[in-house]
């Protein structure tokens, strides 16, 4: 049995009324880059992030690629990089989950302002809101999704190693 970084994104948007349009999870991927990251800051007393960011992409990420080597990034209309603090602030329940430890983050909520941003078709772990940070891991999402003005979007992390 395979055995890892198993993370999930628990997705799901609101109407302006706070109506539940859709949810999803979607099951992530650690890619090279991240594996680095993990194992430079555990094992060889790496600098460790400051924090983690979660980022929406409308992109096909591969275990090869780079943070830098992602596009398709929302820039207009309220979007922005959702940063998790590492603290138990952006980490607030760490607990068994089937016998494995699990690390959960707090909800993140994205806001179309102005008008609608997307579509986008992944979404990303980062440990930056800007390209000069390091890509953790991402994961599609079962449709493109466009959050049209005055909607919102809520996620929710999860991750254990096995």
Same mark, same amino acid.
């Given at each position: ?6 993370? #999930? %994104?628990?997705? !799901? *948007?609101?109407? =302006? @009324? $706070? ?21 430079? #800051? %555990?094992?060889? !007393? *790496?600098?460790? =992030? @400051? $924090? ?30 959702? @940063? ?79």
């Amino acid at each position: 049995m395979k055995k890892g970084w198993i993370g #999930v %994104f628990d997705l !799901a *948007a609101y109407n =302006p @009324a $706070g109506q539940l349009l859709w949810r999803e999870q979607a099951p992530n991927a650690l890619v090279d880059e991240g594996e680095l990251l993990l194992l430079d #800051v %555990f094992l060889r !007393a *790496a600098a460790a =992030p @400051a $924090g983690f960011f979660c980022r929406l992409y409308n992109d096909t990420p591969i275990e090869t690629d780079s943070l830098a080597a992602l596009t398709g990034e929302p820039a207009v209309n309220g979007y922005a990089a959702q @940063a998790i603090e590492r603290s138990n602030v952006g980490w607030p329940t760490l607990a068994l989950d089937a016998g494995d430890y699990q690390a959960t983050s707090k909800e993140l909520t994205f806001t179309a302002t102005g008008g609608s941003w997307g579509p986008v078709t992944h979404c990303v772990l980062a440990t930056s809101s800007d390209n000069t940070g390091k890509l953790v891991s991402f994961a599609a999402l079962s449709t493109a999704r466009t959050l049209a003005a005055g909607e919102t979007l809520r996620i929710t992390y999860r991750v254990k190693l096995q």
